[in-house]
């Protein structure tokens, strides 16, 4: 997920790592992880990752930069959202892949340094149902927060936080929500159940814990190559 040249810190229960490459376990075919790629990473990373020659923010932060920060103070709330349906440029339903396919692998068995995420009842089957081609993910958004206030280069590996499922890459920070408000999406739908949020102070503060792990000194080499290795 990193492009060539560049590199993130990357932190999981505490332990933070400097890595330039994926993290990888062999736990699926390779048919799968090709699907993970073509219907979601691939796109992800093209539109919200940095390379190592570009000069300006990758192309979703600035959309959603533009978008959602005029909307938010002029509002003048602590929270601000927009739902996919308005911005027709963005793949939302490749974005929505990408972090669904990282909350499920989060919930597997076999990871090597990393304990995995327990989800509730049910919920990893109906991830699972969704990745191979069924409908979203019935009852759940996934709201993505951009860091609009504090740069961060780093990716938080999948944990709970406030009683939810998250994880952090780059300058985006995914949560998987309970949302009752929410109906059953199919996946022919154009929009997917996304809510892309401005929140000044859940960003800031996402930032400060990933701050606070590197300055605790919790640090370990760069990752080593391992024999079995899916790829965050």
Same mark, same amino acid.
């Given at each position: 997920?990193?492009?060539?040249? =560049? ?10 790592? *400097? =890595?330039?490459?994926?993290?990888? %376990? ?7 992880? /090709? ?17 190592? #020659? %570009?000069?300006?923010? @990758? ?23 927009? !739902?996919? !349906? ?6 939302? &339903? $490749? ?9 499920? +692998? $989060?919930?597997?068995? !076999? ?7 327990? &989800? ?12 191979? !081609?069924?409908?979203?993910? @019935?009852? &759940? ?9 504090? /740069? ?9 936080? *406030? ?13 998987? #929500?309970?949302?009752? +408000? ?10 997917? @159940?996304?809510?892309? =949020? ?10 400060? #814990?990933?701050?606070?792990?590197? *300055?605790?000194?919790?640090? =370990? *080499?760069?990752?080593? $190559? ?7």
């Amino acid at each position: 997920m990193t492009a060539p040249g =560049t590199s993130l810190m990357m932190s999981t229960e505490g332990t933070v790592f *400097k =890595t330039d490459r994926q993290i990888t %376990q062999y736990l699926l075919c390779h048919g799968c992880e /090709q699907k993970f790629s073509k219907n979601g990473e691939d796109y992800f990373a093209d539109v919200a990752m940095p390379s190592a #020659e %570009q000069t300006t923010p @990758p192309l979703l932060f600035r959309i959603l930069r533009v978008t959602l920060i005029p909307s938010w103070n002029r509002m003048g709330a602590p929270r601000f959202s927009f !739902g996919s !349906g308005l911005y027709p440029e963005v793949n939302s &339903h $490749a974005v929505y892949y990408y972090a669904i396919s990282l909350f499920w +692998r $989060a919930g597997l068995d !076999g990871w090597h340094g990393y304990t995995k995420l327990e &989800h509730k009842a049910g919920l990893m089957e109906l991830m699972q149902k969704f990745l191979l !081609g069924g409908d979203y993910v @019935p009852g &759940h958004v996934v709201r993505i927060l951009p860091s609009f206030w504090r /740069q961060k280069h780093g990716f938080v590996l999948p944990y709970r936080r *406030k009683d939810m499922p998250f994880f952090s890459m780059y300058m985006y920070d995914f949560y998987l #929500e309970e949302c009752s +408000r929410f109906p059953r999406f199919g996946s022919s739908l154009l929009n997917a @159940p996304i809510l892309y =949020t401005a929140d000044s102070f859940e960003s800031v503060a996402t930032h400060a #814990e990933m701050i606070a792990a590197i *300055k605790a000194g919790r640090r =370990t *080499k760069a990752l080593q $190559a391992v024999d079995k290795l899916i790829s965050w």
